[in-house]
């Protein structure tokens, strides 16, 4: 075997094996994203601000129906706790997707929302989501922008 | 130069020249989502139905407000011919971003909308957007996500 062909093969191999480990590393991220889905929704529900907080990235957005664009950790920190006033909120992501580079994903779903009344009473919202996810430096998946609406009639 | 010290410096230029092509192929990528982002508001805004159908992946969604998640050919051109009936859409891209494997990106901006009223008046909604795009097998950028929702209080 001359000097070319074992360039060309150990080429071959070295384009393979990055292809390889691509589809293997979108196949985890993959997981980690719905995982960060599920585990956003478990402390948003929970109303925990700071660990809420901390799934957003540094210039993460949140785009929240009849209010403008929430960008940064004191919008965000504020749109936040308008909605764990408004009332309880549930997700359940429904579809996910991740770049072959494992850099940036998105998930889609549904969601429930409890919301309370000044008279005491309860009301329910339903609609959907869509959450466009970034990969840190550290290897976490942040929220780069958040977007729900209902599918109900205006109240 | 050994053999051991070639294979060594072809694999580093090889990955080297991956990495180089990524980067290209990303700023590239930018540049055609933002003009598939400017492209698909003209058709939009035009009200031309069928042009605006063709910038959605065939699985694609739109995420109306008040209205059931629309998913596929049929339901699409039905939320977007209800959406030509409502009023004048125009939006303004401010922000974009491209996996670095070049098949995922996002848009994200602000719109306004003219919307016709029954007594003949018009109004003028403002909010903002988020598109989720994916590279098609024929290297077009198809809208794979949209949604967008109101500024302004519920009307």
Redesign the interface.
């Given at each position: 075997m001359g000097?070319r062909q074992?360039?060309v093969m150990?080429?071959a191999f070295?384009?393979m094996g990055?292809g390889l480990t691509?589809a293997q590393a979108n196949e985890k991220e993959l997981e980690a994203v719905r995982a960060a889905d599920a585990a956003w929704m478990k402390v948003y529900h929970a109303k925990d601000l700071d660990k809420s907080l901390s799934f957003l990235d540094e210039q993460g957005?949140m785009?929240?129906?009849?209010?403008?664009?929430a960008t940064g950790k004191d919008a965000l920190a504020k749109a936040i706790a308008q909605d764990f006033a408004a009332g309880t909120l549930t997700w359940h992501g429904n579809k996910a997707?991740?770049?072959?580079?494992g850099?940036?994903?998105?998930t889609?779903g549904t969601y429930e929302w409890i919301l309370n009344d000044s008279s005491g009473k309860t009301a329910t919202d339903k609609g959907?989501?869509?959450t466009?996810w970034?990969k840190e430096a550290d290897g976490s998946w942040k929220v780069?922008?958040d977007?729900f609406?209902?599918?109900?009639?205006?109240?």
């Open positions: 000097l074992i360039v150990v080429s070295l384009v990055i691509f957005s785009l929240v129906s009849n209010a403008p664009i997707g991740v770049a072959r580079s850099d940036l994903a998105y889609s959907k989501y869509l466009v970034k780069l922008y977007m609406n209902s599918d109900l009639p205006p109240r």
